[in-house]
């Protein structure tokens, strides 16, 4: 059975830092993962994800510099370490996997979805 696990948000300030895991099961490490976040009132956004063996890592532009993501295939985990917090960084953050390949940043690609955690940056 397919379950994704995020964990790790919370309430900052600008310029905190948090970091997010993603623990999954029924997936192996040929499988593709990603971090999206969804703001109240807006659409869910692709924010980072990191190729298979950790060759290539994607971000959106809004968080370049920022945020690192990282995977534990060992482990089956994913990470989002989160610096330099700012207000607009405010979502429900969700880890999503697919086993199929196509352009990352679209969320249609990807077939699970964990419940996602909540990040409050307040300014």
């Known amino acids: 059975q397919v379950q994704l696990v995020e964990s790790g948000g919370g309430s900052v300030q600008a310029g905190g830092s948090l970091n997010l895991s993603c623990a999954a099961s029924g997936y192996t490490i040929r499988d593709w993962m990603a971090w999206f976040r969804q703001a109240p009132g807006k659409e869910r956004e692709a924010v980072a994800t990191?190729?298979?063996?950790?060759?290539?890592?994607f971000y959106a532009d809004s968080v370049k510099g920022r945020f690192t993501v990282s995977r534990d295939n060992a482990e089956n985990v994913l990470y989002l370490k989160m610096n330099s917090l700012k207000p607009e960084d405010t979502a429900s953050y969700y880890c999503a996997a697919t086993k199929r390949t196509g352009p990352w940043n679209h969320p249609e690609l990807y077939s699970s979805w964990g419940r996602g955690t909540q990040v409050t940056v307040s300014s």
């Open positions: 990191i190729i298979v063996g950790g060759e290539q890592r």
